[in-house]
């Protein structure tokens, strides 16, 4: 199969394949998704077999409109109400409790009693779902276990020849995935299951309380998202997150790996990199998150910038990755950022 790349004027293309339980990636604010007709079993499965994603992790459904949602999830409580009003079209998934345990096909939901909806903020992604008449699945469009896709390049390098077309919508802006809250228990206070832009902060400034999970949970554990299974997705190159941003403590971990050959990716702001390209050493390659320190522009860029160091040519070494304070947006950046280096740390030698 050869996969087309379509422009947003082409949408008709993609619409035309859905209907026919193809395979077409969409772009969203978050990262792009993998859409698929979500009442359609075998379409589905052919989403998990593109990806080479377990199939115990359930789908996020994409709707174009609140109305979508009621032939699948019990009545909208108030709460849940009020988080669509404040944030939707936008990067919050919410976990709903099922109308009946057969209202969607299993492969979407892992055979659970709940689902996960989400309004993309990307106007041609809701046409696409609109004009095909049935809301779509959409995991990330990356292979399982590479970083998220935030451009239809990116899409094109890990599926090209598995799916029938990418939607080119340009660079995803927030750049990592949504921020996943569970409200389907209803005595329950809702939960974080997993951290994005959407901070614990802001959804609480709108519906009170609100606690989170989102600990990278180790392999013996059952997790409550599946899709917080430890290390889910990281470069080949072997990523070490940089604790200290004193520019100093830069200079002594580059110098150390390159004192003794080695090839490193920098990956960091732009003050970080003027102070460390002064070194001028042709085995040091980076990659800017962020004109200054700014986690929302960080979080925007680094998946892209995982996946460029990771294809530098000849093969980088290490990649040394800029750290966040968990508060805010720093918890959704450092989870990812977790995740890609396997919890590696640089520790200085004293
Ligand atoms: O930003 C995003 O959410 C992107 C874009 C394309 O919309 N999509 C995305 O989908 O990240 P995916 O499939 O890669 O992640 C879905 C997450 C997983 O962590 C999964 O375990 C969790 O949502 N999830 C889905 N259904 C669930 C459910 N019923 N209960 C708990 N967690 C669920
Ligand atoms: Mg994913």
New binding site residues.
């Given amino acids: 199969m050869q996969t087309k790349i379509l422009q947003e004027k082409e949408i008709q293309q993609a619409v035309q394949a859905i209907r026919e339980g193809g395979l077409i990636a ?1 772009p ?1 604010e ?5 859409g698929a007709d979500a009442t359609n079993p075998e379409a589905v499965k052919a989403v998990y077999a593109a990806k080479g994603r377990p199939s115990d ?4 459904v ?1 709707i174009s409109d609140e109305k979508e949602l009621l032939p699948f999830v019990k009545p909208i409580s108030p709460k849940a109400q009020q988080l669509m009003d404040y944030f939707w079209p936008g ?1 919050l ?1 919410l ?1 709903f409790e099922l109308k009946e345990s057969d209202s969607l096909p299993s492969v979407v ?2 055979g ?1 009693n ?3 909806f ?1 309004m ?1 903020d990307k106007a041609i992604t809701r046409e696409l779902i609109k004009q095909s008449g049935c809301v779509l ?5 990356n292979s399982s276990g590479k970083p ?1 896709p935030t451009l239809a390049s990116h899409v094109y390098d890990d599926l090209s020849g598995k799916i029938t077309g990418i939607v080119d919508g340009g660079a995803c802006t ?1 750049g ?3 921020t ?1 809250l ?1 409200i ?1 228990n209803e005595t329950g206070l809702p939960e974080i ?2 951290p ?1 832009a959407i901070t614990q902060e802001e959804l609480e400034l709108v519906i009170g309380p609100v606690i989170v999970d989102g600990h990278l949970v180790d392999s013996n554990e059952v ?6 299974k430890y290390k889910h997705y990281s470069p080949d190159t072997p990523v070490i997150m940089m604790p200290s941003d004193t520019l100093s403590s830069w200079q002594t971990a580059s110098r150390e790996y390159l004192s003794v050959g080695k090839r490193v990716g920098i990956l960091a702001n732009e003050m970080i990199l003027s102070q460390l390209m002064k070194d001028k050493d042709d085995h040091l390659v980076t990659y800017s998150l962020a004109t200054k320190r700014d986690v929302t522009q960080a979080m925007t860029h680094l998946f892209a910038g995982l996946r460029h160091l990771d294809h530098v040519t000849p093969k980088l070494d290490v990649i040394l990755a800029e750290c966040y304070p968990e508060i805010g947006q720093g918890v959704g950046y450092m989870n990812r950022l977790k995740k890609a280096s396997g919890g590696h740390i640089y520790l200085e030698k004293k």
Avoid: C, Q
Avoid at 30 to 34: D, K
């Fill in positions: 969409f969203t978050t990262v792009y998704g993998l992790n359930p789908l996020i994409h990067p998934t976990i939901t892992g659970l709940t689902v996960a989400r993309p699945v959409g995991p990330s469009a998220s927030v990592i995935e949504s996943v569970d389907s299951l997993r994005g997790p409550k998202a599946p899709g917080m």
